[in-house]
């Protein structure tokens, strides 16, 4: 019977990785990954997370289960983390948090439930976007369309294309906004853009989900969330899909979660009750360490400011990388301008660099970046910085 089976195609951005690990060259740079890297391209564990671990080691006393949606705790915390507590007390029962494996296990249950219970919803992703989210949506049996989000040209939002796009989204179908840090680009909505989409959601009737895996490596944790708060006050059906691998360097542990909002709580726990049905036949129950880890850090105040000053590092180191790179473009002669660089936010940026620069850079320079032209900030350090600038100069000129 498996005689039958091709091979299924590389991952394209773990097989860049795969060259670059066997690539001799020493001065070789890796922008491709989708990890944070510190200024030595390392990817730490917080220092908290470590002190959250040794204590949950040393109170620990069993491996039992979790709930299907995890700890209450846990749900409580994240919901304040990701609402704010205003929205968290106007919203009261009617907005619910669960514990997932990762984002990308949230973004899978939202999709088994409305394959399950809502078939005929439309799912409209970005162009571009994280490529998963086709991927889970494909995985799901469900339909996706696309709508214009990025100007290649310009290096900038396509809002007008955005907004035409959305004019057609029929009543149920599912609008997937990246809360902040838009995975490849780097280029978000600003508040004003926010208030339009939550308006025309609205006016459709169509259903926000937004994905949420960057909170805190944009402008700060309350500030990244100002766009989807907007967007839950107006929309009472809201999905929202929480990672913490980026913003506690939880990578591997698996931690995310899903927050749903309903009209009334009676329908919100018919919904969860499903999505308990999806968990159970998937993964059945989260893997409990990251889970604890989060909740620990979010539950306990000096642990939180500790968290707090460390994302805010993070997000300091990513900011100062990108006007570093910015200046140093300039200062080696770039004829181009790359001062859309420095109004990205988070981790990603769409260089503007096309597929024969990226590949001259790649097979002439030892540097590594994805076809699309998306670097990783964070894969910049004041060792490679020259070199890279230098380098992308003379591929452009
Ligand atoms: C836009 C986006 N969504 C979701 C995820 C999922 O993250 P995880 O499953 O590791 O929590 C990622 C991770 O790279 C991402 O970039």
């Not at 009676?266 to 159970?280: A, G, H, P, T």
């Not at 981790?347 to 001259?360: A, D, I, P």
Request: with cysteine; aromatic share 8%.
């Amino acid at each position: 019977m498996f005689e039958n089976i091709k091979s299924a195609d590389p991952d394209p951005i773990l097989g860049l990785t795969e060259k670059f690990n066997l690539d001799q060259r020493l001065n070789k740079i890796n922008l491709s990954v989708g990890v944070y890297q510190d200024s030595y391209g390392e990817t730490p564990t917080f220092d908290v997370v470590r002190n959250a671990e040794k204590l949950l080691l040393n109170n620990a006393s069993t491996k039992s289960y979790k709930p299907i949606i995890g700890d209450e705790e846990f749900g409580l915390l994240v919901k304040n983390l990701v609402l704010g507590k205003i929205i968290t007390k106007q919203r009261g029962n009617t907005a619910k948090t669960i514990h997932t494996p990762g984002g990308t296990g949230a973004l899978r249950v939202v999709m088994d439930y409305f394959s399950k219970f809502h078939k005929d919803s439309v799912f409209w992703i970005s162009k571009p976007s994280w490529p998963n989210h086709k991927q889970i949506t494909n995985a799901s049996n469900l339909n996706f369309n696309e709508y214009s989000y990025f100007n290649f040209e310009e290096n900038g939002l396509d809002f007008n294309n955005m907004l035409n796009d959305l004019s057609r989204i029929k009543r149920g179908d599912v609008v997937l906004l990246h809360g902040c840090c838009h995975n490849p680009t780097g280029v978000d909505l600003n508040q004003s853009q926010w208030e339009t989409i939550s308006d025309l959601l609205l006016d459709k009737k169509a259903i926000p989900l937004i994905d949420f895996a960057y909170q805190g490596f944009g402008d700060g944790i309350n500030e990244d969330s100002e766009g989807l708060r907007k967007i839950v006050q107006k929309n009472q059906e809201s999905i929202i899909c929480s990672s913490f691998s980026k913003n506690f360097g939880l990578y591997s542990e698996r931690v995310g979660a899903l927050t749903v909002l309903c009209s009334e709580n009676i329908l919100l726990e018919n919904v969860i009750s499903q999505m308990k049905v999806c968990i159970r036949s998937n993964y059945s129950n989260p893997p409990s360490h990251g889970g604890d880890i989060v909740k620990l850090i979010l539950s306990d105040s000096t642990m939180r400011k500790e968290w707090e000053k460390e994302l805010n590092q993070i997000r300091n180191r990513m900011k100062n990388m990108r006007n570093d790179l910015v200046l140093k473009l300039q200062k080696f002669n770039s004829k181009k301008d790359f001062s859309f660089i420095k109004s990205q936010r988070g981790m990603f940026s769409m260089s503007g660099l096309n597929l024969e620069q990226v590949k001259e850079l790649r097979e002439n320079y030892a540097i590594y970046i994805v076809d699309s032209g998306r670097i990783n900030i964070a894969g910049i350090n004041s060792n490679n910085i020259d070199r890279l600038s230098e380098s992308i100069v003379s591929v452009i000129s």
